[in-house]
């Protein structure tokens, strides 16, 4: 039951994801959620000053990178924007 063994295989299992020649982003969204909710329970020193290859700087690259593969390529149209609705009530 070791946080860093967890939040290590997820980090890897992303970068796996992400790397490979036809990414499996869908999948990576799904498992950097579940990356997200064990350190986001951490404090980054924990992660920095622990004896792993898993630092916060490195989850917080993958973040980017995970940014990065999530965006359309400039030839593809843009996903449909969110829409916002607002609804006022008269007194």
């Known amino acids: 039951h070791c946080p860093f063994g967890i939040i290590a295989?997820?980090?890897f299992f992303?970068?796996?994801?992400l790397e490979r020649e036809d990414p499996q982003v869908a999948l990576a969204k799904v498992s950097m959620s579940m990356l997200d909710g064990f350190t986001s329970g951490m404090h980054p020193g924990l992660l920095d000053s622990a004896d792993w290859l898993?630092?916060?700087y490195r989850v917080t690259a993958l973040r980017?990178?995970?940014l990065k593969r999530s965006k359309p390529a400039r030839n593809e149209p843009s996903p449909r924007s969110p829409r916002v609705y607002v609804y006022s009530h008269e007194a």
């Open 9 to 11: 295989m997820y980090f």
């Open 54 to 56: 898993v630092k916060d």
């Open 14 to 17: 992303i970068k796996f994801l």
């Open 64 to 66: 980017r990178a995970m």
